[in-house]
C-alpha cells in the first residue's frame, strides 16, 4: 500500500481501477450512491445504480465492474448506519487479495469507513494497514489546501 495525494478521480485511467465504498440498501432506482465516492462514481457513470443492484446480495461485499474501471467495496449495511470496521475488513482483504493477482494493474481508493462512514481516520488507517499489503495498492488523501 502506497499513499498519494489529490482527488481519486485524478487516477482513474486506462490501467488504474478506482475503488468505491458502497452500502447493501436497493430501492425503485437502483443501489444507493448518495454522498461521497459513491455518489461521484453515480454521477460519472449514471448507469452504475441499476448495474450495481443486479450484482449485490446481503453476501456480496467486493465486486470489479471492468466497464467503468471501478471496483467496490462494500463497508456499510445500510446507508443510513455508520460504517462497519468487519465488513470494511472483509472487502478490503478481498481487494488487497485481487490486487495480488492482478499486479498489472493499479488501485486507487480513498480512506474506507471515515467521512461519511463515521468512523475514526485513526482507527481506519490501523486497520488498513493490517489488511493492504500490496504495493499496487494506493490510499488517496486530499490535498492540504
Not at 485511467?13 to 462514481?41: F, H, K, P, W
Request: one cysteine or more; aromatic letters at 12%; a positive charge.
Amino acid at each position: 500500500m502506497q499513499v498519494v495525494s489529490g482527488s481519486l478521480w485524478d487516477y482513474h485511467s486506462e490501467r488504474d481501477y478506482t475503488v468505491i465504498t458502497y452500502n447493501r440498501v436497493i430501492c425503485s432506482y437502483g443501489l444507493v450512491m448518495g454522498r461521497g465516492c459513491a455518489l461521484q462514481a453515480r454521477q460519472r457513470f449514471p448507469s452504475l445504480p441499476r448495474i450495481f443492484s443486479k450484482l449485490v446480495t446481503h453476501r456480496t461485499s467486493f465486486m470489479v465492474y471492468h466497464p467503468y474501471r471501478l471496483v467496490a467495496c462494500c463497508t456499510k449495511h445500510d446507508w443510513q448506519q455508520p460504517a462497519d470496521p468487519e465488513l470494511i475488513r472483509h472487502s478490503y482483504t478481498q481487494l488487497n487479495k485481487y490486487a495480488h493477482a492482478h499486479p498489472e494493474l493499479r488501485f486507487f481508493t480513498t480512506l474506507p469507513g471515515s467521512g461519511n462512514g463515521w468512523l475514526e481516520h485513526s482507527d481506519m488507517w490501523k486497520l488498513i494497514r493490517k489488511i493492504l499489503d500490496a504495493e499496487n495498492i494506493f490510499i488517496v488523501c486530499p490535498r492540504k489546501r
